[in-house]
């Protein structure tokens, strides 16, 4: 029996539980429709866990009191869709899912049995809520990285809503006429469930893995080029 399709969400709010989180509330919007396909979901508000800054996978033997990582790698490691939510602060992701991206990256000296980094086959996604703008630029960032530690990002990863230019609700605020901010915002929910679905797509097809034909890192180091060339420099 093939075992189920894993997710993991970062949220990335700076508030504490159990307080109200804009951000969960989008992250719910996506996660409900990978749930009814049998997507099994993990969500970790990272505020609420000891992740200690640096890009060691093990910040206590770097001299941290404390570190919760190592432990939340393996969740990582256990999923198949990675997706990191974060509110915008100042036209940025927050400091919070630069900590996440920077201990994802503390990880991308592994590599799997084909000598890939140990990201590939794992598919990467992002959310983004806010009340300012900056939705495309924090996606960017979050996206890049991302694919740089060697995740696959399908069409159209990135999902939000900032409302308004200006001061205002975020998502999931409760408005005058007693809607919810977002709530009908076709925009939104079109994108949120093409997101879904795309990450759902792309982790089914890459559960047999890429191919290690010229990203094997191990047969690199061994001489293996590839069809790789210098340029005749005139």
Not at 129 to 147: F, I, P, R, S
């Amino acid at each position: 029996m093939t075992a189920p399709i894993r997710a993991i969400y970062f949220n990335a709010t700076l508030t504490p539980s159990p307080g109200e989180s804009h951000t969960d509330l989008l992250i719910e919007a996506s996660a409900n429709i990978l749930r009814k396909q049998g997507v099994e979901i993990d969500i970790v508000r990272a505020v609420d866990d000891a992740i200690a800054p640096g890009v060691q996978p093990d910040m206590t033997e770097q001299g941290a009191a404390e570190d919760a990582w190592p432990a939340l790698w393996e969740r990582v490691q256990a999923a198949d869709i990675v997706v990191l939510a974060t509110p915008i602060w100042l036209g940025q992701p927050s400091s919070l899912a630069t900590r996440v991206i920077e201990r994802l990256y503390a990880q991308s000296g592994l590599m799997n049995d084909d000598g890939q980094s140990i990201f590939y086959g794992k598919v990467g996604g992002c959310l983004v809520d806010g009340n300012e703008d900056g939705m495309k630029a924090c996606a960017t960032q979050v996206l890049y990285a991302m694919q740089h530690l060697g995740m696959t990002i399908p069409p159209q990863a990135d999902a939000g809503w900032v409302g308004e230019a200006g001061p205002g609700p975020s998502y999931g605020d409760e408005l005058e006429d007693g809607s919810r901010a977002g709530a009908d915002n076709e925009f939104t929910k079109r994108n949120v469930t093409i997101m879904a679905w795309n990450l759902l797509h792309l982790a089914r097809m890459l559960r047999g893995g890429i191919p290690s034909e010229g990203n094997d890192r191990r047969a690199w180091e061994q001489g293996e080029r590839f069809g790789f060339q210098n340029p005749e420099y005139r």
